[in-house]
């Protein structure tokens, strides 16, 4: 029996028998891991905290033939400031879904400090969870190879001004041949927001960016990673307009 001490953060859980839960852990070095988590939902259980849900710890785990169990965790974070608004919450649960959708058992250092930077940040920023969650998203898309050529045309390299979800920018004339079905018309400003939202090293252009480049960007983006996924994510849902 060995055993593992890992950073992880809870994505989900499933509760059996009378008191115990089996965690998905995301962790850097394991990727995507289940542990058994015997006792935790006693009332007095010592490691309750470490089986809830947004939870950020290092954890200790038993590893026998690679099924894990909890044998301790060292809170890092809980993300509390998380449950004290709606869309705080839905932002970081969308966020928990599309991760442990993405991530599999192999090391999954990006996908981990992408998850753990976005909650910490929709944690400090009282405002716009929504932009909050197109970070996570474009970065998401961006670490599995999936992100669109937005400003440009796919077909022919002219500015585009539609995008279409699956594939990429298309310019008004190419969209004449294109069809119009799927074709979600590109406001000004969005392709520059979403590059923000890849590259930028501070949340400061989030504050800046107008309502309407923020919701264009979201219906964009979660339309392309669904087909590009193959999955519809139901709690991403909430924040469409
Ligand atoms: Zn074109």
């Given amino acids: 029996m060995g055993e593992l001490k890992c950073e992880g953060i809870v994505l989900r859980y499933a509760d059996y028998k009378d008191a115990d839960r089996m965690l998905t852990l995301l962790t850097p070095d ?24 947004f939870t950020y710890g290092n954890y200790m785990l038993s590893n026998k033939n690679g099924r894990y169990a909890l044998t301790g965790c060292v809170l890092k974070d809980s993300f509390y400031a998380l449950r004290e608004s709606l869309e705080h919450m839905c932002a970081a649960s969308a966020m928990l879904e599309m991760a442990s959708y993405a991530g599999i058992q192999q090391p999954q250092t990006e996908l981990f400090e992408l998850l ?54 298309i310019c008004p004339e190419c969209s004449q041949t294109a069809g119009a079905a799927g074709l979600i018309r590109l406001e000004s400003g969005t392709a520059d927001f979403i590059e923000g939202c890849v590259y930028s090293e501070s949340e400061s252009f989030i504050s800046q960016a107008e309502q309407g480049v923020i919701d264009n960007a979201y219906i964009l983006l979660i339309r392309h990673m669904q087909l590009c996924f193959e999955h519809q994510f139901k709690s991403a849902e909430y924040f469409i307009k």
């Fill in 30 to 53: 394991c990727g995507i891991i289940s542990v058994s988590a015997k006792g935790v939902r006693r009332q007095n259980a010592k490691l309750r905290y470490a089986a809830e849900l």
């Fill in 116 to 169: 753990r930077g976005c909650l910490f940040t929709l944690c400090e920023l009282k405002e716009q969870p929504k932009a909050v969650l197109l970070v996570f998203i474009a970065r998401l898309l961006k670490i599995s190879g999936y992100m669109p050529e937005i400003e440009y045309c796919v077909n022919c390299g002219e500015k585009a001004g539609y995008f279409l979800p699956g594939e990429g920018g």
